[in-house]
């Protein structure tokens, strides 16, 4: 385990497989926090920001580039979104809101690292702090591919094989970081949206977002 780091609290991040649903939960997670008035704020990876718009580019496959730049890209991305004065995670955390982020640094862990050194991709992210809690959509490969091809707009990580080796990817992230002081949260993502949702909401509810 690698030495540990910073825990921010009142932050959640959602991970999974292209295709698990967690763009759908992260939305599902903020409907039920402003249902019953919990302050939040509901982000993304790549964030809409100037780099995470040109990623999103690169996503696309518009243009081809370096993997060890869209590594790069990602950390700085993940930079602004975490230290943007005022509306960034940290910035928000400390006022109290529960941030909820669709994807965050384990994302980075899992892709980048397979067309990159893992040194490097570890490297470039070292410096970022881990969220509160984590919680990993499990959802087969077949699954997310079927899921996939239902999509108007492919991008370039979303084929088969690749997704079987970014699982892979997931599983020994999760194994090494189980101890590192976060709460990690696997859900069954295989069945509706509203019960992964239900499932979310009874391990978060009741539990304080300021620690664990």
């Not at 540990?4 to 649903?21: A, P, Q, T």
């Not at 060890?68 to 006022?95: K, Q, W, Y």
């Not at 994302?107 to 970022?128: E, K």
Request: charged fraction near 25%; charge should be negative; aromatic fraction near 8%.
């Amino acid at each position: 385990m690698e030495q540990l780091r910073e825990i921010l609290d009142n932050f959640m991040v959602l991970e999974g497989l292209d295709g698990s649903g967690t763009t759908t939960q992260a939305g599902l997670l903020a409907d039920r926090c402003k249902r019953e008035r919990i302050p939040y704020h509901v982000t993304s990876e790549p964030t809409t920001g100037p780099v995470g718009t040109l990623i999103r580019r690169f996503l696309r496959g518009e243009e081809p580039v370096h993997p060890d730049t869209m590594t790069l890209l990602f950390a700085a991305d993940r930079s602004e979104h975490l230290n943007a004065p005022e509306v960034g995670i940290r910035a928000r955390c400390e006022l109290g809101e529960l941030v909820i982020s669709d994807r965050y640094l384990f994302s980075s862990l899992a892709y980048q690292t397979i067309a990159c050194d893992s040194d490097f991709v570890q490297a470039a992210n070292s410096h970022f702090p881990f969220p509160r809690r984590l919680v990993y959509v499990d959802v087969p490969v077949e699954e997310c591919v079927r899921r996939l091809a239902q999509r108007t707009h492919r991008e370039i990580y979303e084929l088969v094989d690749f997704q079987a080796r970014v699982q892979e990817r997931y599983e020994e992230i999760l194994a090494t970081y189980a101890d590192c002081g976060m709460e990690i949260i696997r859900v069954d993502g295989t069945v509706s949206a509203g019960e992964i949702a239900e499932m979310v909401w009874k391990m978060v509810a009741g539990r304080p977002i300021r620690g664990v």
